[in-house]
């Protein structure tokens, strides 16, 4: 079992920035992959970035450039670097976890408002 819990949202203008937090706890040493999903009104969850276990990264077309996604394994915790940020990213940002049993895990998310 993983618990997540994120951290960091708020309200930005647009062209700011922002830094989430996901504080993993449980069966850490289980997982394969952390991801940052982000769900929007009237939209389809979309994943942002993941990171693998061994550090590979990954990110939505979208974000690439501006985003970025890092771990610390001593606090046991995934961050995601928010820079120029747009309106249209606005939403639940939730962090998820994929374990090497696939089961998956869920944050209960953390809000990002984008001002324009």
């Known amino acids: 079992q993983v618990l997540l819990v994120e951290s960091g949202g708020g309200l930005v203008q647009a062209g700011g920035s922002l830094r989430l937090s996901c504080a993993a706890s449980?069966?850490?040493?289980?997982?394969?992959?952390m991801s940052w999903y982000r769900q929007a009104p009237g939209k389809q969850r979309e994943r942002v970035a993941e990171?693998?276990?061994?550090?590979?990264?990954n990110y939505a077309d979208s974000v690439k450039g501006r985003f970025t996604i890092t771990k610390d394994n001593a606090k046991d915790t995934v961050y995601l670097q928010m820079n120029s940020l747009k309106p249209e990213e606005a939403g639940v940002y939730c962090c998820?976890?994929?374990?090497?049993?696939?089961?998956?895990?869920w944050g209960q998310g953390t809000q990002v408002t984008v001002s324009s």
């Open positions: 998820h976890s994929l374990d090497d049993r696939n089961c998956n895990y």
């Open positions: 990171i693998t276990s061994g550090g590979r990264t």
């Open positions: 449980g069966s850490i040493f289980s997982i394969n992959v």
